[in-house]
């Protein structure tokens, strides 16, 4: 069994001290359990997409956790695909992509655990036009067919599936775009994927969707007030710990940390983002 603790949104910033009093929280966890991996979902830092920084400080506290790491990317790492046509403010473009390679890691990868495949996307490349994002999807079918029958766990920032409607009532940021939704839907149709996990919205949720589970795995930093964001699924902060059986199955559990506190954005401390 391959035993891994997923982060999300973690925001890390020297200059907001809250986020590095939470990191401590996810730290000693982490030193406590020794699990087999631990996996970051993006958004590492609040000011990565701006300048190498946060970066910097968030491959340095990375570096110190007492197991294996891997993480993908955020929007608040690298930039973002636009949200609509012609925007550009916070693209994602060669530069954020560059310094996230150059301080973290590759923008996707692979990881093998015991049976099981981690795929990790840059959600941020879908939708971009970069030419990045054509050798991901290119990639993606690439390692899909050679995971044959062992189960693959896939890994995006943002959430890859949502319920009818909902995507549509949503920013168009919150989720990967349409069309590319229904793209991915199609290439996990012929493969053995039974979960995929994502972060981003600051939420814990379980949805079952497309013949798979979908997990959303909730902020380690603050959440977002509900007149920002609707609550769409558990507003808490928290870490999930996972297990993967060698049968194929899987099994998860949200938890908070001691030290782990209760925050909300523009509530308990000065939103940042402003």
Not at 22 to 44: S, Y
Not at 94 to 110: S, Y
Not at 201 to 229: E, I, K, M, N, S
Request: proline share 9%; net charge negative; aromatic share 6%.
């Amino acid at each position: 069994m391959a035993r891994v603790t997923i982060v999300s949104d973690t925001h890390l910033s020297a200059r907001v001290p809250e986020t590095l009093a939470a990191w401590q929280a996810v730290h000693d966890h982490v030193e406590r359990t020794r699990p087999d991996l631990v996996l970051h979902l993006g958004d590492l830092t609040l000011e990565g997409s701006e300048g190498p920084d946060d970066l910097v400080l968030g491959r340095r506290l990375l570096d110190d956790l007492a197991v294996p790491w891997r993480a993908v990317a955020g929007n608040h790492d690298e930039g973002d695909a636009p949200p609509a046509p012609g925007a550009a403010e916070g693209v994602v473009g060669g530069a954020g992509l560059r310094r996230w390679a150059e301080h973290v890691g590759p923008p996707w990868w692979a990881e093998a655990l015991d049976g099981w495949w981690v795929l990790a996307l840059d959600a941020q490349l879908v939708g971009s036009g970069l030419d990045a994002e054509g050798e991901q999807w290119a990639w993606l079918e690439d390692r899909l067919a050679a995971a044959g029958d062992r189960p693959v766990v896939l890994a995006s920032h943002k959430p890859v599936a949502t319920p009818p409607g909902e995507g549509s009532e949503g920013p168009g940021v919150r989720f990967l775009p349409a069309d590319a939704r229904a793209r991915l839907r199609s290439l996990l149709a012929g493969a053995t994927v039974p979960l995929v996990v994502s972060g981003h919205v600051h939420q814990g949720r379980t949805l079952d969707l497309d013949g798979r589970h979908h997990l959303w795995v909730p902020t380690a930093w603050a959440v977002l007030p509900d007149d920002v964001q609707p609550a769409l699924g558990d507003k808490r902060c928290a870490v999930v710990d996972l297990d993967l059986h060698p049968d194929g199955t899987w099994s998860a559990v949200e938890v908070v940390p001691p030290g782990l506190a209760q925050l909300t954005v523009s509530v308990d401390l000065p939103n940042p983002y402003a």
